[in-house]
């Protein structure tokens, strides 16, 4: 029973804390904490064209009514009404509908203390409630109209919701019975005449808060509000207001200011920016004088002028977001000289002057989801100056821009003007490095949010120079590690805040020492760790893709097990690495290798250097393979020895017995005028052929500059090479050489003829051009 009694005493006081008033003005602090980057928005060009037409400006009302969030104050219903799949018994001695609380108004509504909750009923009237009800869910509900005796039986009430009750009048003297309201809600409901409604409410001398958002309102009459004295906070936005009216024959008799603190315009259709001037309403010549917040998000303003902000003299906050605000003049807040904190995102402006933010008091700027270019290159009416004269700036947030499109040039010039800054915030920019001028000359930066961009590498000295950092954001990059210098600053300061989750985070021995950091962290109490925000998740290696830090287990041993082991890996793989590379070389040039070892040797081995003889020993040396010696000794030789009278070199017959082969090669192939390869699939087989053709080839094409040295090589063709045989140097020599084919045993003596023929006119003209000196192409 003591465990039943204590959770229903929890319940009694959030009931009574659920039901709240709106929000007033804040402090600066505060409402600075409010201006947050909202979700990220991708904008394409058709959008972009959408927001900028002039014809299309009705949309922004559409806009706003998926976009704007507002603090509506939770009802009681949600405390006090079972849902359907609610297991909660009700209290013995309830109704059904009741989970805490008794049945209470004709057993239609819930009671409990002094609320009382009539909401979803469908009810047509308000029935009577215990004496000690001051406050009145009736929402969702049918009362259609609210006359002189609809409040009747609730004439204690300091709060009363009538939202979405299908209301579309009000009578004069409706709520003359609530001499004690301090809150009344009629918001989403069908009123059309905002005049009518405050005359019904001048009897209400203790309200200060009325919201009559989501209603029909065309034309917002505000002559009659200074008599409510009481009015603080008045909320109308939703609605289809296009004019204000601060002037009619009621302001002519009663020529009074209103004491409003907060007025909510939003989500409008106000295409300039209001005129509350009022001339002999107040000392100051304002209707509002004491007016603190005014929000016109999401409204049709197109234009603001040097004079478009007057008679506003204590307004510190501002919201002009969601306007298609064209152009902005120089100087458009001076006329709001307590001005502290502007909202102007997505604004898609087009034009804006040098200078335009100037303002000597001003702390709080937000400009984010706006396609500002900064490009004087392509003409953008967008001044790089735009932030000039702004001493007082401690906070801007430029998230969600293009500003990565911007020329270095004027990117400099826009970030020098608000280096004095001490929050900035450029989220989901798209920049994958941080600008150096915030890194150098933000010296005053206490708080940087640069997540949802691109950021793969910081260096170590990224913010060396923001000696005061103590609030860092960079979630949602690409960064994979992160070295212990890079942070060293800021988690000296008291009090630091990092954030650095859904980062891909590589889970290797670099990012021991953050791992570690990151679990000592997690062991302070919620409000003392450095490390917050979403959860820091590895994405490699592969085994712990997903996992949590904190999870992770890496100790110092296995990293240093793990480095020397790489070490080796790394020596064993460089060197096996090194060793192939030669080995290709080599493979790669052994015949050059081979011909220069064969030289080298054969130049040794005489003693002297070869002299250049006045004539060869041989016409022909025929290089060839001892399976083709057949054709050799049996065709060519006496073709070319019997009948044409030439001398030939053969292995078989004339080299010098008892010397090295390759000895006999070079001294022969020297001593012959011509060199002629036989080329057959044997010949390409035998590895001194392939030497023989090397060392022919190495004559015929680089031979010294004493013509008559040089050696002519003529290829003759035995048979059809395979493919397989054919290397890089035989293919380079069919490429280059002429060579000449032997018709086989199908050809005709008609062709074995020109074959000879075509042959010894070769050789006998590379005689006659060596006797001469000149080398008639073959």
């Known amino acids: 029973m003591k465990i039943l009694a204590i959770m229903t005493m929890c319940i009694v006081v959030l009931l009574v804390n659920c039901v709240r008033q709106e929000k007033t003005a804040l402090d600066y602090h505060h409402e600075r904490k409010t201006l947050k980057s909202p979700k990220k928005l991708r904008f394409s060009s058709h959008q972009v064209k959408a927001s900028q037409s002039d014809h299309q400006q009705s949309n922004y009302v559409a806009k706003s009514r998926e976009l704007r969030f507002r603090s509506e104050a939770v009802k009681p219903s949600t405390v006090l009404k079972a849902d359907k799949d609610n297991k909660v018994k009700p209290k ?20 409990i203390n002094d609320t009382a909750v009539c909401t979803n009923q469908g009810l047509t009237y308000i029935p009577a409630l215990p004496n000690n009800v001051t406050r009145l869910d009736f929402s969702n509900n049918s009362l259609g109209e609210i006359n002189d005796i609809t409040l009747e039986n609730v004439t204690s009430l300091v709060f009363l919701g009538l939202e979405m009750n299908q209301v579309s009048a009000v009578k004069p003297g409706a709520f003359a019975w609530l001499k004690h309201l301090r809150e009344l809600r009629l918001g989403a409901n069908s009123l059309t005449d905002f005049d009518r409604l405050i005359a019904a ?8 808060v009325l919201n009559v958002s989501r209603n029909r309102f065309e034309n917002l009459t505000l002559t009659r509000l200074p008599a409510i004295p009481s009015l603080r906070t008045l909320l109308v936005y939703e609605n289809s207001i296009a004019s204000i009216t601060l002037w009619n024959e009621y302001t002519a008799n009663n020529n009074k200011s209103s004491r409003l603190t907060k007025l909510d315009l939003g989500s409008n259709l106000l295409s300039t920016f209001p005129d509350f ?8 010549g304002s209707f509002f004088p004491s007016l603190k917040t005014l929000d016109l998000e999401w409204n049709v303003i197109t234009l603001m002028q040097q004079d478009s902000c007057r008679c506003l003299p204590t307004l510190k906050y501002l919201f002009l977001g969601g306007n298609a605000i064209h152009r902005i003049e ?15 995102k997505f604004c898609m402006s087009r034009t804006i002057d040098s200078h335009a933010f100037n303002h000597s008091n001003i702390r709080c700027l937000d400009v984010s989801e706006n396609l500002w270019f900064f490009d004087s290159k392509y003409g953008s009416g967008i001044s790089p100056h735009l932030f000039l004269e702004m001493p007082r700036l401690q906070f801007i947030n430029m998230s969600w821009t293009v500003f990565r499109f911007s020329l270095f040039g004027e990117r400099q010039t826009v970030l020098s003007s608000i280096s004095h800054v001490r929050e900035f915030v450029l989220q989901g920019t798209g920049l994958d490095f941080i600008p150096r001028t915030i890194l150098t000359d933000f010296t005053n930066l206490t708080s940087l949010s640069f997540s949802k961009n691109e950021l793969a590498f910081l260096p170590d000295d990224t913010f060396e120079n923001l000696t005061v950092l103590r609030s860092l954001d960079l979630r949602d990059n690409h960064l994979t590690s992160v070295s212990q210098s890079l942070l060293e600053n800021i988690l000296r300061q008291n009090k630091s805040k990092i954030r650095l989750g859904q980062n891909p985070f590589s889970c290797t021995c670099d990012l021991l020492w953050f791992i570690e950091k990151y679990k000592e962290d997690l062991e302070r109490k919620e409000g003392q760790r450095i490390f917050i925000g979403s959860p820091y998740v590895c994405n490699g290696p592969e085994s712990m893709r997903n996992l949590n830090l904190d999870k992770v287990d890496l100790t110092h041993h296995k990293c240093m097990l793990g480095y020397e082991v790489y070490i080796a890996i790394l020596f064993v793989t460089s060197f096996t690495l090194v060793l192939f590379i030669i080995v290709a070389v080599i493979y790669k040039f052994r015949w050059q290798l081979r011909f220069m070892l064969y030289t080298l040797q054969h130049r040794l ?17 025929v290089s060839y393979d001892s399976d083709d010696s057949g054709w050799v000794v049996n065709t060519l030789q006496p073709e070319l020895e019997s009948r044409r009278g030439l001398k030939l070199c053969l292995h078989e017959r004339d080299f010098t017995p008892g010397k090295f082969i390759s000895h006999n090669i070079i001294e022969k192939m020297e001593e012959s005028g011509a060199i002629l390869p036989v080329l057959s699939n044997a010949f ?9 053709l090397f060392l022919a080839f190495k004559h015929g094409l680089q031979r010294s500059s004493c013509a008559t040295q040089r050696i002519t090589v003529l290829p003759v063709l035995l048979e059809e090479l395979s493919r397989e045989g054919v290397d890089s140097l035989l293919y380079a020599v069919l490429t280059t050489t002429t060579y000449l084919a032997w018709p086989g045993r199908e050809g005709g003596t008609e062709e074995k003829d020109r074959f000879w023929n075509t042959l010894c006119q070769a050789l006998d003209r590379n005689r006659r051009g060596r006797e001469l000196g000149v080398f008639p192409p073959v």
Do not use: M
Not at 330 to 344: A, D, E, M, T
Not at 605 to 621: I, L
């Open 92 to 111: 013995e001695g309830t109704d059904e509908h009741c989970i805490v609380g008794t049945s209470c108004g004709d057993d239609v509504c819930c009671c």
């Open 605 to 621: 081995s005489r003693g002297h250097p070869p002299q250049p003889s006045p004539a060869p020993t041989y016409d022909v040396f």
């Open 201 to 208: 409410l001048e009897g209400c001398r203790s309200l200060t």
């Open 684 to 692: 390409l087989q035998s590895d001194w052929c392939r030497f023989e």
């Open 330 to 344: 120089k100087n458009f807040l001076q006329g709001l000289p307590k001005l502290k904190s502007l909202s102007l």
């Open 277 to 284: 001037c009022c001339q002999g309403c107040s000392p100051e």
